[in-house]
């Protein structure tokens, strides 16, 4: 599917707190680096993963469901097989009437449960990555996919 950057921009910009489902402690995982980098850029990152509840990354709990999850979140960011994507959807949508945005990572597309959020009124960005995407949106992005921040020739 074909996402506007004004879309995409509009979802970042609303969101301010993300449930990672499936987010891995080892920072060598994407589920890892992406939930780390959205924390430092100013969103409150939630970790889903029944093997890290109780531990605290980015300065806040992990939980083993979405259901166990206090408070609203703005976004559900899926890091999770696509046959495993709709059980997630419908636990989302169930707990967050007001839910915006169920984002799922590149690679990962469901259209059944896509459209079972879209028919909510939840917007639905399928094979996307929302560090890669802040970072090309939002001027982070360089030459080479690296922000050094160090203009120079030498090597």
């Given at each position: 599917?074909?996402?506007?950057?004004?879309?995409?921009?509009?979802?970042?910009?609303?969101?301010?707190?993300?449930?990672?489902?499936?987010l891995?402690?080892?920072?060598?995982?994407?589920?890892?680096?992406?939930?780390?980098?959205?924390?430092?850029?100013?969103?409150?990152?939630?970790g889903?993963n029944?093997?890290?509840?109780?531990q605290?990354?980015?300065?806040?709990?992990?939980?083993?469901?979405?259901?166990?999850?206090?408070?609203?979140?703005?976004?559900v960011?899926?890091?999770?097989?696509?046959?495993?994507?709709?059980p997630?959807v419908?636990?989302?949508?169930?707990?967050?009437?007001?839910?915006?945005?169920i984002?799922?990572?590149?690679?990962?597309t469901?259209?059944?449960?896509?459209?079972?959020?879209?028919?909510?009124?939840?917007?639905?960005i399928?094979?996307?990555?929302?560090?890669?995407?802040?970072?090309r949106?939002?001027?982070?992005?360089?030459?080479?996919?690296?922000?050094?921040?160090i203009?120079?020739?030498?090597?």
């Amino acid at each position: 599917m074909t996402y506007t950057d004004d879309h995409l921009r509009t979802v970042l910009t609303r969101a301010r707190t993300i449930a990672v489902v499936g987010l891995s402690a080892n920072p060598l995982r994407a589920s890892y680096f992406v939930a780390r980098y959205l924390s430092l850029r100013g969103f409150r990152v939630v970790g889903v993963n029944p093997a890290l509840a109780g531990q605290v990354l980015f300065g806040q709990p992990a939980f083993a469901s979405l259901s166990e999850i206090g408070f609203d979140v703005d976004m559900v960011d899926i890091f999770r097989a696509p046959n495993a994507v709709p059980p997630i959807v419908a636990e989302a949508l169930a707990r967050w009437p007001g839910l915006q945005t169920i984002w799922m990572q590149i690679g990962i597309t469901h259209p059944a449960a896509a459209a079972m959020a879209r028919a909510r009124g939840v917007d639905v960005i399928e094979d996307r990555c929302p560090k890669i995407e802040y970072q090309r949106l939002f001027g982070e992005l360089r030459r080479g996919g690296f922000n050094t921040g160090i203009i120079s020739s030498r090597r």
